[in-house]
């Protein structure tokens, strides 16, 4: 078979056989032109004889649907710009109208690619957990609130280590205790806290607001912890996100709403938040896709997450978790156990431990 690569022999001949009988084989058949004339064009280029050996069969195939619109088949060319369908991004389209035409043939195809393209986001290990750095000595902060302070004067959390390490040296010092990061006085009444908080709420600032919505949520307003998280969310803290699902959990403040709670832990588990995570994998496990709800308790636990390295122990003996993840889960953790330590942050430890024992002595 000569002429195959382009030229004269096979492909001339093609060209006219196809060009006269094209519309009257497949319009009278009823079949779906998209694909048909896309199929056409690139025969009649000669483009599928030329394509790259090299190349990999599926991304030449997407290649060439890629480069015409899906339903009448016209290339992207000169003032013609093709866009992507919003849902799938596998077709693009010169127009609304060709886009309205083609969607009962894309519909299932769409939903498909669509649900796959959704999970490779919602399945992929965040670089870091929604706790970030120390910003003062730039090690990772623990999961574990406990072990970090947050500063209403300037939004940052620090980790007990340097905290702890500058009161010491303020104490030793006479000076007067101020904030680590921004240098303002320490403030001490509940009172100050807030009035500090809501400056920074005023700034637009996410982490305040999100502080806020905490204390109206202790107060027991429900609708204005709401109102505090909702805002927060808007601005991309994940806490927030986390404290809205809790709400449509519990129905406080709002109806319970499993759709948006399932919403709120997917924004937060997105922006490496362990709980979020933990907890989609619960729904998962509540609607019997134990495979799923692995993958979730498997990402949480690489982050330190110890309730859902437990879970995934359970997991491991119910054999629902095959040895080497299980094993790498193990080994993950951790590892990011690990780098949350270190000499200064293990110092305060036992610095406040002492505190403890010595405010224990005074007290009896």
Known sequence: ???VAGGGGVIPEMKR??????????????????GVVTIFRILMSGEIFTMSADKEAPEAEAEGRNAYCAACGIAEIDNILLNE??????????????????????KEECKKRAAELRDELL?????SSHMGD??????????????ATFFPCCSKVICLGCDVANLRREIEGSLQPKCLFCRLPRTASSQEIELNLKRRVEAKDPVATSQMGEIRYNEGDYDGAFQCWE???????????????????????????????VYHLERAAFDGFPAARHNLGVVEEEHGRHDRAVKHYIIAANHGHDHSLATLKKAYKAGLVNKEDFASALRAHQAAVDATKSPQREAAKVDLQKLGVARTARSN
């Open 231 to 261: 805002k927060a969310a808007e601005m991309g803290n994940a806490l927030a996100h986390f404290s809205l699902s809790m709400l449509y959990r519990e129905g406080k403040g709002v109806k319970k709403d499993e759709k948006k709670m």
């Open 85 to 106: 369908c919003n849902h799938c991004k596998s077709v693009r389209y010169c127009g609304v109208k060709c886009q309205k035409e083609h969607k009962p043939w894309h």
């Open 1 to 3: 078979m000569k002429g």
């Open 17 to 34: 056989f196809f060009g006269h009988h094209f519309h009257s084989l497949f319009r009278c058949s009823g079949v779906n032109l998209g």
């Open 123 to 127: 399945f992929k290990q965040p670089e």
């Open 134 to 147: 120390c910003p003062i000595c730039c090690l990772p902060l623990s999961l574990d609130p406990r072990k």
